[in-house]
């Protein structure tokens, strides 16, 4: 099993631009989530999918949308990229939103200049 | 509600030492909780969590924890470091299943660097 991947790993962006950020997790999980990394922030969720659906914002939802394709995949949307969205972004799955153990994807780094 | 504090944002320790994170955590109903680690450049990996039951955890890699509800604490211990250990430790808070209330949110704390030295 891969678990929680995510695609691409790098990315540069000018400000406006526009692009998605890939999940997928292969261990049949039904709830996902998108979090986003800043340095001495911890990690904060932008929006969760408690399962195939739903979606709902998590604490910091400005600037971005998400979809949940199907119960495997959830990708995370910026519309019009803002330097402060300048961050490293982690997909999670869990077996469903009151199980203990989210497993987290590698992450994407994102630079928007 | 919930929320994290993590004491100490950097921890450097020789290797052979003890470790100790610490972890205050506030929640209004019984909490699960949690330690992440997160090795440069890789997502994060879980290490241990407490739900219900024994309030000393074991985890992965000799790391263990104590929940101590007077306290408010969950502090991450090792009896001797190992320079493999160095990485980014987080913990995280969750309301337990059965709460009442939504129990989606995970919530972090800031991060605790940990280095160690040969």
């Known amino acids: 099993n891969a678990g929680v991947t995510q695609t691409p790993k790098f990315q540069v962006l000018k400000t406006g631009q526009s692009m998605t950020l890939q999940c997928a997790q292969d261990m049949n999980h039904n709830s996902m989530y998108w979090y986003r990394q800043d340095p001495g922030m911890g990690l904060r969720l932008i929006y969760y999918?408690?399962?195939?659906?739903?979606?709902d914002k998590g604490e910091v939802p400005n600037g971005y949308n998400v979809s949940r394709l199907n119960k495997r995949e959830f990708s995370l949307r910026l519309e019009s990229a803002a330097p402060s969205q300048t961050s490293v972004y982690f997909c999670?799955?869990?077996?469903?939103?009151?199980?203990?153990?989210?497993?987290f994807g590698p992450g994407t780094r994102l630079t928007v200049l | 509600a919930q929320s994290v504090t993590q004491l100490g944002s950097h921890v450097s320790v020789s290797e052979g030492a003890l470790v100790l994170l610490r972890c205050n955590y506030s929640?209004?109903?019984?909490?699960?909780l949690f330690w992440y680690v997160q090795y440069p450049n890789q997502g994060l990996q879980l290490l241990l969590k407490y739900t219900t039951g024994a309030t000393l955890v074991k985890g992965i890699n000799g790391f263990e924890a104590e929940f101590k509800k007077s306290e408010t604490s969950f502090h991450l211990t090792k009896p001797s470091a190992h320079m493999s250990d160095a990485a980014e430790y987080f913990c995280a808070v969750k309301l337990g299943r059965n709460s009442g209330g939504s129990n989606y949110k995970l919530t972090f704390g800031k991060g605790t660097l940990l280095t160690v030295n040969p």
């Open positions: 999670a799955s869990s077996e469903d939103p009151s199980t203990d153990t989210q497993y």
């Open positions: 929640s209004s109903v019984p909490p699960y």
């Open positions: 999918s408690a399962s195939e659906g739903t979606t």
